[in-house]
């Protein structure tokens, strides 16, 4: 458990065994509330019991709220362990097509198969599955006991994503943004992601964030650690686009110039102090493709 929840700082974070996944849950009074809940069965049942119990073991609370801020699918997970609960989530996740459902829904599976966690019942969150479905466009809000909370869709790391914002915690959690400071996971347009990460850097300033939960990895812990993240990932994307042009204007194929423009990437990271790993290799070279595809006009 990265956090455990208190009456000061009502945040609870399980850390999972797989993809340093976190389970994100907000508590307040006799409501509480679970943000993609987790990997495996135990993280989520042991989310569930953490924000309904913490501090008020003789009187658990109601979980109201099951937030998914996207559809891949390590983020839908675990919706159907909270009966009775609305599900909010942006409007582009319930509007998925059958086709993508069911690419989400099998990559799930082959996870599950791989975990060995089995899980014949799930399906994918929709306006036919999900009891009480609230979807939003660009931003709502919800409560939790007297709590405040805002949903915002940002575009970007996918065409479906969005960050939840805690205004008395101070806390954003940015769902795959800011997942790995310096290796921006991208999964759908370039141009897009970094347009999210000025609109981050904005809202930092403006909202005088000081907490960053992403749903993998470490927690950012102050405004000057959130701000220094996204100017790295800003700046990556420049140092990475300006690359992909000019190697683009000299006509090399794009399998050398997506190779090329990746290790221009390395330096780069490595001169400020992040080490590059077989992981973070390729996701540089997916970023490459994905600016690449951009500047020639290909669809994506
Ligand atoms: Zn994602």
Redesign the pocket.
């Given at each position: 458990m990265l956090l455990p929840g208190s009456a000061r700082d009502p945040l609870v974070v399980v850390r999972s065994g797989f993809w340093n996944f976190n389970g994100i849950g907000l508590f307040d009074g006799d409501e509480a509330l679970v943000v993609d809940p987790g990997i495996f069965p135990e993280d989520i049942a042991l989310l569930g019991t953490a924000v309904a119990t913490r501090g008020n073991p003789d009187r658990p609370r109601t979980i109201e709220h099951v937030i998914l801020t996207?559809s891949?699918h390590?983020?839908i997970r675990g919706w159907q362990h909270f009966p009775g609960a609305r599900v909010t989530t942006p409007q582009p996740v319930a509007d998925k097509n059958a086709t993508s459902r069911e690419r989400i829904v099998a990559a799930k599976t082959a996870i599950d198969e791989t975990l060995g966690t089995p899980d014949p019942d799930f399906v994918y969150p929709s306006a036919e599955t999900v009891p009480r479905l609230h979807t939003f466009e660009q931003q709502t809000s919800l409560r939790v006991g007297e709590l405040e909370v805002e949903l915002h869709l940002l575009l970007g790391?996918?065409n479906c994503?969005s960050v939840v914002w805690i205004p008395a915690h101070q806390t954003l959690l940015t769902?795959?943004y800011l997942v790995s400071p310096g290796i921006p996971?991208c999964?759908w347009q370039a141009k897009e992601f970094e347009e999210a990460l000025v609109w981050l850097r904005q809202f930092t300033t403006d909202r005088d964030v000081q907490r960053v939960i992403p749903?993998n990895n470490a927690i950012l812990k102050s405004n000057a650690e959130i701000k220094s993240a996204l100017e790295l990932e800003i700046d990556y994307f420049a140092h990475l686009r300006a690359t992909c042009q000019d190697l683009h204007a000299t006509g090399l194929s794009k399998d050398k110039a997506i190779r090329q423009a990746a290790d221009t990437i390395i330096p780069f990271r490595e001169s400020r102090g992040k080490t590059t790993t077989r992981a973070a290799r390729r996701q540089d070279r997916d970023n490459a493709g994905r600016i690449l595809k951009e500047i020639a006009g290909d669809p994506v």
């Open positions: 996207h891949h390590d983020h790391h996918s994503c769902g795959d996971y999964r749903a």
